[in-house]
């Protein structure tokens, strides 16, 4: 089984790559993988296995 969990992305007017960095490698070290990036409304979705 898959969870989810989406994560609404607020740019700011300094270091947004660095900033959206840090936080993919965030989810990344607890197991979740980006499934979807929303270019309209900065929003993105991350998946991983419920059971690990």
């Known amino acids: 089984m898959k969870e989810y969990k989406v994560v609404s992305w607020k740019m700011g007017l300094t270091k947004n790559d660095q900033k959206l960095e840090d936080t993919l ?3 990344a ?3 979740w993988v ?3 990036v929303a270019e309209q409304s ?3 979705v991350f ?3 419920k059971n690990r």
């Open 25 to 27: 490698n965030q989810y």
């Open 29 to 31: 070290r607890e197991g």
């Open 34 to 36: 980006v499934k979807h």
């Open 42 to 44: 900065a929003r993105i």
């Open 47 to 49: 998946e991983r296995d």
